[in-house]
């Protein structure tokens, strides 16, 4: 039996008709056509699918869909304003931690939630937040660095 669910994603409500089976994932990619959160392994190890629910950073693949229902979303579509990147993404390019990108959308989303709660996070939270998340190219050294970047940056806005 179908049900509709109402999503805000990157500030626009969304309904979309389910089954149930749906993991948040699937609503994303395949009926938001928001290709940017990366399915990686499936079962909530990897940290590629993250984005950000009511603040808080979630795995997507691990969230059923219908859970979601009248929850806020930021994807990684929703923080660069046009061309100009966030600075967390910016950050992380310029410290050399973006290679071949796949673990990225998540690291950021990741970054993005711990910031906006706490902008002074410490550098185990900033590393501890990171290990949720796998990366196969970069090595965490430049990730780290890149993290701390960003949180100078974002705090002098």
């Known amino acids: ?19 149930g089976h749906e993991f948040l994932i699937d609503i994303i990619r ?7 959160t990366k399915r990686g392994c499936d079962d909530f190890h990897c940290g590629a699918c993250t984005v950000v629910v009511d603040g808080e950073a979630i795995k997507s693949c691990w969230l059923k869909a ?6 806020k979303i930021v994807t990684i ?9 966030h ?3 910016q950050s992380l390019i310029d410290a050399g931690a973006v290679q ?9 989303m990741e970054l993005y939630a711990l ?33 701390k970047l960003a949180q100078r940056k974002m705090k002098e806005k």
């Open 115 to 147: 910031f906006t709660k706490n902008i002074n996070a410490t550098e185990e939270e900033i590393f501890n937040s990171l290990g949720e998340h796998l990366c196969r190219c970069t090595g965490y050294e430049t990730i780290l660095k890149g993290a």
């Open 100 to 108: 071949c990108g796949f673990c990225i959308p998540g690291i950021v």
């Open 87 to 89: 600075p967390i993404q």
């Open 30 to 36: 395949d009926a938001f056509d928001l290709t940017g």
């Open 66 to 71: 219908e859970k979601a229902d009248g929850k």
């Open 1 to 19: 039996m179908s049900k509709t669910i109402t999503l805000t994603v990157n500030g626009e409500t969304k309904k979309v008709e389910i089954e």
């Open 77 to 85: 579509e929703g923080l660069a304003e046009g061309t100009k990147l």
